[in-house]
């Protein structure tokens, strides 16, 4: 009997209890629900990314300008709205504002098929819409990232944010692909349509959940207020340095909702059908990073998120210097996977940094630095590429993001350097 248990431990190591490793916190009922929903409803809102700027550029000509001009409507909410979305996901019930944040989302949805279908549509219409998605997603998303401690916990926490990425990546890879042949087989009008019954999923997936098995805690934040976060995060370094890293690098380099198209509309002449495939293939990429991070057990360390932010810058300069869509595929794979794991590392380094009175709150400033400064950056982008094309606006994206993440581990070795080793603290009166 003492020689069979070294054997059963030894069967433990073999590929089952690894894929169960990665998907443990699908364990808790309620994530699963959540999973399951997001994935459906995720899927479908990468089928109108792509169809949406499909109809941008085939509406104004191709304009680089136009197509930026959306993106940043789309995300400018978020630079004002999200940290007053972080402190809501505080005070109240997020399955609620979850809840009510989906079927506002599916309804803007559907009120573009009958002007797409009537050939009423014009550029002003989708950047109304546009901009009213991102009121909803300013206050969706802090919600959403904090509403996945309630469900597992904090020993959970970093494997069901990499997983929550996984779902995330897993819709981009087969949403905008497709999201392009939907677009030639069924119009933009249907893809609005399946956009708007997408979020249904997430809204029965919420509905279905066991309110008495999510992990609330009391909050300060009917106490406190937005800038009580900024003031703890100017006192943490720790916490201070990834999010400048994170706000620099979203800034220049995190732009694909325009580089893509423009990549694959006016450098390599992508059809409809095979639009799709260059955010797939970041997509792909971007679910492998997951599918690792899903293994993190701790806190990131700063030397990790400093030079991950040194892999993605380079690996996005290189993609904007592709001598062909093959290559372009490769390289836009590789960047997905060190633009998702840089993300990550922040993320939880940022999370398991922080006091719980403040999570909602911080995460709410990652969101705004990630996804805020989007409107900047498309518009800088986007007059990059308008004057020198796709490719130049990858290569200085990639280029600044490379040299941010050189200068974040300068930082970190200056400050090592000034640091007093074990001898001198022994010393030290």
């Known amino acids: 009997m003492r020689q069979e248990a070294p054997r059963r431990t030894a069967r433990t190591a073999g590929p089952v209890p690894r894929v169960k490793a990665i998907g443990r916190s699908l364990s808790v009922r309620n994530f699963r629900l959540f999973f399951t929903g997001q994935l459906i409803s995720v899927m479908g809102t990468w089928m109108m990314i792509v169809t949406q700027d499909w109809l941008v550029l085939s509406l104004s000509d191709d304009s680089a300008g136009v197509?930026?001009?959306?993106?940043?409507?789309?995300?400018?909410?978020?630079?004002?709205?999200?940290?007053?979305?972080?402190?809501?996901?505080?005070?109240?019930?997020?399955?609620?504002?979850?809840?009510?944040?989906?079927?506002?989302?599916?309804?803007?949805?559907?009120?573009?098929?009958?002007?797409?279908?009537?050939?009423a549509v014009r550029v002003w219409h989708v950047c109304a819409l546009a901009l009213c998605l991102g009121v909803v997603n300013a206050i969706e998303t802090p919600t959403r990232m904090s509403f996945v401690h309630e469900m597992v916990g904090?020993?959970?926490l970093p494997n069901a944010s990499a997983l929550s990425a996984a779902y995330f990546n897993l819709?981009?890879?087969?949403?905008?692909?497709?999201g392009g042949l939907a677009i030639t087989w069924l119009g933009i009008g249907t893809v609005s349509v399946l956009n708007a019954v997408s979020?249904?999923?997430?809204?029965?997936a919420l509905l279905m959940m066991r309110p008495?098995?999510?992990?609330?805690?009391?909050?300060?934040?009917?106490?406190g207020r937005s800038v009580d976060a900024l003031r703890y995060v100017a006192a943490r370094p720790d916490l201070l340095l990834p999010l400048l890293t994170v706000a620099l690098v979203a800034l220049f380099g995190l732009n694909f909702q325009l580089t893509l198209p423009l990549l694959a509309k006016t450098v390599f002449h992508a059809d409809a059908g095979s639009f799709g495939l260059f955010t797939s293939a970041v997509a792909a990429g971007s679910l492998i990073g997951a599918l690792v991070g899903t293994g993190r057990?701790?806190?990131?360390?700063?030397?990790l998120v400093a030079g991950a932010a040194v892999a993605f810058g380079t690996a996005e300069a290189l993609t904007g210097l592709a001598p062909g869509q093959g290559t372009a595929l490769v390289l836009l794979a590789v960047t997905g996977f060190t633009a998702l794991y840089f993300t990550q590392a922040v993320n939880h380094r940022v999370q398991l940094g922080s006091a719980p009175g403040f999570r909602g709150r911080i995460l709410a400033l990652y969101t705004l630095l990630l996804q805020g400064s989007?409107?900047?950056?498309?518009?800088?982008?986007?007059?990059i590429a308008a004057r020198h094309g796709a490719r130049s606006a990858l290569v200085v994206g990639g280029l600044i993001s490379l040299a941010t993440g050189l200068a974040a581990l300068a930082f970190l070795a200056l400050r090592a350097s000034r640091q007093p080793g074990p001898a001198e603290k022994k010393r030290a009166p």
Do not use: C
């Open 374 to 383: 989007t409107p900047f950056g498309a518009l800088l982008t986007g007059w």
């Open 154 to 156: 904090g020993e959970l």
């Open 171 to 178: 819709a981009r890879i087969f949403g905008p692909a497709l």
């Open 67 to 119: 197509l930026g001009i959306v993106t940043a409507l789309q995300f400018a909410p978020m630079l004002f709205l999200s940290l007053y979305g972080g402190r809501l996901a505080d005070r109240h019930d997020k399955r609620t504002i979850l809840v009510a944040a989906n079927l506002v989302s599916g309804a803007l949805s559907v009120t573009l098929a009958p002007l797409v279908i009537t050939g």
């Open 297 to 303: 057990k701790g806190r990131p360390s700063a030397l």
């Open 199 to 204: 979020y249904l999923a997430t809204v029965a």
């Open 212 to 223: 008495e098995e999510l992990l609330r805690g009391r909050s300060t934040a009917r106490d």
